[in-house]
């Protein structure tokens, strides 16, 4: 369905039914609602969860903004790494307040926030900003944003910035099968043909390369989020995988380290993908850490 949020449409789904604690699950760059694994959804939902999930601005079903246009990438990229601000669209605190917008049109007071990789970073905002409205944070495969953090491994930071030969869906699904296969969780690998059908669904349900490059400025021009870490009061966890290329490591461990009284915990073998293997990993310290924070409240 789609609901007003912030002031701009967004598309969301909501399981679980009403009079449940609530979980507001926000995916990562470029990547729509249906990217959460279905069994990761009904986990939580068998958990006693209701689980809300929408497309970020810009991306899936969600309110584009391809009036902006996009702007030179590698400029910007450039600026980043000499400490020169860089122009975007919009902000990843704009995208927290479109999360508290999908709470809001939903009628919901408070929720247990759980992102992953930009995700992450906007949960993280959504948790110092508004801190009567989070239950509980959980941050995965994401970052503080502080600048001296390692950034992706060189081969990766490449393949992110190259474009498909052609706009057919076979060039399409191959480009985005070469990324996937890069950041892939080296102790669990995935069938190919299981990786190509999910990556053929997201491709049909929306198609908006533009609207990923305006994330991906959002998220270079995001600053200060590091030290904002130190106001986040709910109780925090915080999982990353020990062999993820696109976000390494040390990323998570110093979102851990900046918000008081965070839990972290490090995945052997996990790259920045969600297998089934790792999402069984995920669910059994997500579901009880989520049960005691809601009791707590």
């Not at 939580?44 to 969600?62: E, M, T």
């Amino acid at each position: 369905m789609k609901l007003t949020a912030n002031g701009i449409r967004i598309e969301v789904e909501d399981s679980g039914g009403e009079g449940r604690p609530v979980v507001l699950l926000i995916m990562g760059l470029g990547m729509q609602l249906i990217a959460w694994p279905t069994d990761f959804v009904q986990s939580l939902v068998d958990a006693g969860f209701r689980v809300v999930r929408h497309d970020n601005r810009d991306i899936g079903l969600s309110e584009g903004f391809d009036e902006a246009g996009t702007g030179n990438l590698i400029w910007q990229s450039l600026r980043q790494r000499i400490g020169l601000p860089v122009r975007s669209a919009y902000s990843l605190q704009d995208m927290a307040d479109d999360a508290l917008g999908v709470l809001d049109a939903l009628g919901i007071g408070r929720a247990h926030v759980l992102g992953a990789s930009m995700g992450g970073m906007i949960a993280q905002r959504v948790a110092a900003s508004a801190p009567e409205r989070t239950t509980s944070l959980v941050s995965i495969m994401s970052s503080s944003g502080a600048r001296h953090l390692p950034g992706p491994r060189a081969d990766v930071a490449a393949a992110l910035m190259r474009r498909p030969p052609s706009r057919t869906e076979a060039a399409l699904v191959a480009h985005s099968l070469g990324l996937v296969r890069l950041i892939a969780s080296p102790a669990y690998p995935q069938d190919d043909r299981v990786l190509t059908d999910r990556i053929t669904r997201s491709l049909r349900r929306a198609y908006r390369p533009a609207g990923v490059v305006r994330q991906m400025l959002a998220i270079g021009a995001d600053s200060g989020r590091d030290s904002l870490l130190g106001r986040i009061s709910s109780p925090s966890l915080v999982l990353h995988g020990d062999a993820d290329p696109l976000v390494p490591i040390a990323c998570g461990q110093d979102t851990a380290r900046r918000i008081p009284g965070a839990r972290f915990v490090a995945v052997p073998g996990m790259g920045h993908d969600l297998p089934p293997q790792v999402i069984d990993i995920l669910l059994q310290q997500i579901v009880p850490f989520l049960q005691i924070a809601e009791r707590r409240a």
